[in-house]
């Protein structure tokens, strides 16, 4: 899997073809890593913003009638849907990470737990379509979206296991791995998301998605109530975002939520950019490493972008020594890594920088470093900018309630998008 912006970019125009009415016919299918050609498989490269949502929808409704391609610029927006819902409501992800710990920490106590733990994450359940998905999730960092669904789900309601170790699992695992998508669909399909609805896999169901490859039927549970309700959670006002002055020293920091700085920032008229430098992985907020596919991937991902933004702006992009984003750092959370911090802040400092221009840290393993950073850079006169795309600005205030509602202004975002050059 090439980790750059090419690379998704060669993808995204292959599946061009593909993304209108034929996707929607042919995209729940399941079958097998060989046969793909139904789905983009873009996931990758848009989480990290290689490839970002409103250049994907632009392609595509270049390319076919917007009815012929509603519901793939629909499933691009899902993406944008939750991570809106995620901002608006970071007690999901606190609670998920907490969740995480307690029941890791009950792995250590209870043995039966912790066997049926380890039988579902290395595939010896001797449910064949389980165990063939739990290969694939760990050999290629990758599910197709059904197989996440019936995994979520026959992982909570048939091996009955906590769903924030299966969470847990996709996330360090999964290529594409975001805290939003991630954590709320878990929560949907248990049914803590939309209250009371959950996900049940049906053996029927995923016979014919699979196209017969497995039929596990009498061996899922496909009559287990929801999930117990958890407490409300919270919900707090959007950030404002932040704008950078023009005219000071600026020091570009390009993170793993948003990897195309030049759509970003290179086109603002009189920022003084003297120095750039790539946030190392931040972790997954787990109390285990990440897959090795994920980790290779986003690494590249780092390089690639540091790279651009070379090339774009003639800097040199500072991703070694103290930033070297090879360097494992400690299970995050919602920590904030403090060797990382007092790095970055060393950094700024070097290159007499005024301000420290950033994408904005979406809820996720991300935000507590920029949550300390900004403090830790003040107490040197130093700003930290957060920027956010219009994109985001534009759509997430929409995306406090349920989807549904969002998925009536998509129409209104993408003709805003095409209008206002909403890639920036
Ligand atoms: C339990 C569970 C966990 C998931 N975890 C993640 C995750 O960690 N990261 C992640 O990116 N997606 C996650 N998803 C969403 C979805 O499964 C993947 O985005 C999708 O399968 C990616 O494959 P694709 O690129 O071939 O999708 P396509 O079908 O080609 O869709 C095009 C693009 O739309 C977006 N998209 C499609 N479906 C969804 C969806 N349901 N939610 C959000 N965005 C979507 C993706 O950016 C995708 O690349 C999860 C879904 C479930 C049910």
């Given at each position: 899997?090439?980790?750059?912006?090419?690379?998704?970019?060669a993808?995204?125009?292959?599946?061009?073809?593909?993304?209108?009415?034929?996707?929607?016919?042919?995209r729940?299918h399941?079958?097998?890593?060989?046969?793909?050609?139904n789905?983009?498989?873009?996931?990758?490269?848009i989480?990290h913003?290689?490839?970002?949502?409103?250049?994907?929808a632009?392609?595509?409704l270049?390319r076919?009638?917007?009815?012929?391609?509603?519901?793939?610029?629909?499933?691009?927006?899902?993406?944008?849907?939750?991570?809106?819902w995620?901002?608006?409501?970071?007690?999901?992800?606190?609670?998920?990470?907490?969740?995480?710990?307690?029941?890791a920490?009950?792995?250590h106590?209870e043995?039966?737990?912790?066997?049926?733990?380890s039988?579902?994450?290395?595939?010896?359940t001797g449910?064949?379509?389980?165990?063939?998905?739990a290969?694939?999730l760990?050999?290629?960092?990758?599910?197709?979206?059904?197989a996440?669904?019936w995994?979520?789900?026959?992982w909570?309601?048939?091996?009955?296991?906590?769903?924030?170790l299966g969470?847990?699992?996709?996330?360090?695992?999964?290529a594409?791995g975001?805290?939003?998508?991630?954590?709320?669909?878990?929560?949907w399909?248990?049914g803590?998301?939309?209250?009371g609805?959950?996900?049940?896999?049906?053996a029927?169901?995923i016979?014919?998605?699979?196209?017969?490859?497995?039929?596990?039927r009498?061996?899922?549970?496909?009559?287990?109530p929801?999930?117990p309700?958890d407490a409300?959670v919270?919900s707090?006002?959007l950030?404002?975002p932040?704008?950078p002055?023009?005219?000071?020293?600026?020091?570009?920091?390009?993170?793993?939520?948003?990897?195309h700085?030049?759509?970003?920032?290179?086109?603002?008229p009189?920022?003084?950019?003297v120095a750039?430098?790539?946030?190392?992985?931040?972790?997954?907020?787990?109390p285990?490493?990440?897959?090795?596919?994920?980790?290779?991937?986003?690494?590249?991902?780092?390089a690639?972008?540091?790279?651009?933004?070379?090339?774009?702006t003639?800097?040199?992009v500072?991703?070694?020594?103290?930033?070297?984003?090879d360097t494992?750092?400690?299970?995050?959370?919602?920590?904030?890594?403090?060797?990382?911090v007092?790095?970055?802040?060393?950094?700024?400092?070097?290159r007499?920088?005024?301000?420290v221009?950033?994408?904005?840290?979406c809820?996720g393993?991300?935000r507590p470093?920029?949550?300390?950073?900004?403090?830790?850079?003040?107490?040197?006169?130093?700003?930290?900018v957060?920027?956010?795309?219009?994109?985001?600005?534009?759509?997430?205030?929409?995306?406090?309630r349920?989807f549904?509602?969002?998925?009536?202004?998509?129409?209104?975002?993408t003709?805003?998008?095409?209008?206002?050059?909403?890639?920036a």
């Amino acid at each position: 899997m090439g980790a750059t912006r090419t690379e998704g970019l060669a993808r995204l125009h292959a599946f061009l073809p593909h993304a209108g009415r034929d996707y929607a016919a042919r995209r729940n299918h399941d079958h097998g890593p060989q046969v793909r050609g139904n789905v983009s498989g873009l996931s990758p490269w848009i989480r990290h913003r290689l490839v970002t949502e409103p250049e994907v929808a632009a392609a595509v409704l270049a390319r076919h009638a917007p009815s012929a391609c509603a519901k793939f610029v629909q499933e691009v927006c899902w993406r944008t849907y939750w991570k809106g819902w995620l901002e608006q409501h970071p007690d999901a992800w606190t609670r998920y990470c907490a969740g995480v710990d307690a029941q890791a920490a009950r792995l250590h106590r209870e043995a039966a737990l912790a066997d049926r733990y380890s039988q579902a994450v290395e595939g010896r359940t001797g449910l064949a379509c389980f165990d063939a998905w739990a290969a694939e999730l760990v050999a290629t960092g990758y599910l197709h979206n059904h197989a996440r669904m019936w995994m979520a789900s026959i992982w909570i309601f048939t091996l009955k296991l906590p769903w924030e170790l299966g969470a847990d699992w996709f996330l360090r695992h999964l290529a594409d791995g975001d805290p939003a998508s991630n954590t709320l669909s878990w929560r949907w399909v248990g049914g803590l998301q939309t209250r009371g609805k959950h996900y049940l896999a049906r053996a029927e169901n995923i016979a014919e998605y699979t196209g017969g490859r497995f039929d596990p039927r009498g061996d899922l549970d496909e009559k287990a109530p929801p999930l117990p309700p958890d407490a409300p959670v919270d919900s707090r006002p959007l950030r404002s975002p932040s704008s950078p002055l023009p005219g000071v020293r600026s020091g570009l920091l390009t993170t793993l939520d948003d990897l195309h700085p030049e759509s970003a920032f290179a086109a603002m008229p009189g920022i003084e950019w003297v120095a750039a430098a790539v946030a190392p992985e931040s972790g997954t907020g787990s109390p285990w490493p990440a897959g090795p596919v994920a980790l290779a991937f986003r690494a590249a991902a780092l390089a690639d972008a540091g790279w651009r933004w070379g090339a774009a702006t003639g800097l040199a992009v500072d991703a070694g020594g103290a930033l070297d984003p090879d360097t494992e750092v400690a299970p995050s959370g919602n920590r904030a890594p403090a060797d990382t911090v007092a790095a970055v802040v060393d950094w700024a400092r070097a290159r007499d920088l005024r301000q420290v221009v950033a994408p904005h840290a979406c809820v996720g393993p991300t935000r507590p470093l920029l949550d300390a950073l900004g403090p830790a850079l003040a107490a040197h006169g130093i700003v930290l900018v957060q920027w956010q795309r219009r994109w985001d600005a534009a759509a997430w205030p929409h995306a406090s309630r349920g989807f549904f509602h969002f998925r009536d202004r998509i129409g209104q975002l993408t003709a805003d998008c095409a209008a206002m050059n909403l890639s920036a």
